[in-house]
């Protein structure tokens, strides 16, 4: 199904609106009403793990402020690249029929050319931010590609997966948008990468295993015992939270997990997305009820999962993504170039 836009994400959409500026060329820029004009310094590079929603890439990227770069995944002996193919009912079909299915880092390459673009657009710098350095190599070949240009590049590993990388970028757009520099941008991303869990569900470990994302042992244990673990992604990797001995109660888990966690956040800042694959009825299904049982919270954002994530996840995975909105607080993390 389709991505969509759920009314958590408005907010950032109208800032972008209202600010709307062009990259750096000389030109006047638009002011907002009763705002100076701002100009855009920084560029903003991710990869097609972040999740984010088509439409919202769409209205960012015209003038090169964000650029989602595809990460490629390859199946059987064709390579495909998110957002470049229709992979989708592709990955689906090999995965039901045991075909292979990996996955691989953009190269050094693509990310110097997508660098120098920015560079040529007059923008300052770039903060390029990528899926967990734990789980990919992408943030090392957008490294080896920052020290071959001559425009300042702030690489930040999110050490997160899916709309809670979105979630980080999202937030570096806006900063960016406002006219801060790179360091502040990062440090925005940064902010939202600390506020944001995954939490998630696959019906098999086997893909994972597969994909070296947990260890053969606990692949055994799961297919033995008909274990259907409750996993997170915390310090960057994926980790057990619970075991469950049903799918009906670890989906149901699952939802008491997300909705404890967002209870816990700041009164009507919690924010939410729900990824699936191959299953859009029962992520329809879980966002309702999450709807229920967080009445202050807007409605979760529900989208398949990006073709590279769901290569590891496998068919039937739900996730939850919890997150938050609302001002940064006080103090910014440092991050380091």
């Not at 920052?146 to 990388?165: E, F, N, Q, Y």
Request: charged letters at 20%; hydrophobic letters at 50%; aromatic letters at 4%.
């Amino acid at each position: 199904m389709p991505d969509r836009d759920a009314a958590a994400w408005l907010w950032l959409r109208e800032r972008l609106a209202a600010l709307r500026p062009a990259a750096r060329q000389g030109t006047p820029l638009p002011a907002a009403p009763a705002a100076p004009a701002v100009v855009v310094r920084t560029a903003v590079v991710t990869d097609s793990a972040s999740a984010l929603p088509a439409d919202w890439v769409h209205a960012c990227a015209g003038d090169g402020r964000l650029t989602v770069i595809a990460m490629p995944v390859m199946v059987g002996a064709e390579i495909y690249g998110e957002g470049e193919d229709d992979i989708t009912e592709t990955i689906a079909l090999a995965l039901a029929s045991g075909t292979s299915v990996k996955t691989s880092r953009p190269s050094p390459g693509q990310f110097e050319q997508v660098f120098l673009a920015a560079e040529r657009l007059g923008y300052e710098s770039v903060v390029s931010i990528h899926i967990s350095g734990g789980l990919s190599g992408t943030a090392d070949a957008a490294r080896l590609a920052a020290s071959r240009v001559t425009i300042p590049v702030v690489i930040l590993d999110s050490g997160t997966v899916g709309m809670a990388l979105g979630m980080g970028v999202q937030a570096a757009v806006a900063a960016a948008a406002e006219g801060r520099d790179a360091t502040a941008v990062a440090a925005a991303a940064a902010e939202q990468f600390a506020r944001t869990k995954v939490y998630f569900y696959v019906p098999s470990l086997e893909q994972l295993r597969r994909g070296g994302r947990i260890g053969a042992a606990a692949s055994l244990l799961g297919t033995m015992f008909a274990i259907k673990p409750i996993l997170a992604v915390d310090d960057g990797k994926i980790v057990p939270l619970e075991k469950v001995r049903s799918a009906a109660k670890a989906v149901a888990r699952l939802e008491e997990l997300a909705a404890a966690d967002a209870a816990s956040r700041p009164r009507g800042q919690a924010r939410l997305a729900v990824h699936h694959f191959g299953n859009p009825a029962e992520a329809e299904a879980l966002a309702a009820r999450l709807s229920a049982d967080l009445p202050s919270c807007p409605p979760a954002q529900i989208s398949s999962l990006p073709a590279v994530l769901a290569a590891h996840a496998g068919l039937g995975v739900l996730a939850v993504i919890v997150g938050e909105s609302g001002p940064p607080a006080p103090e910014l993390p440092v991050v380091s170039t």
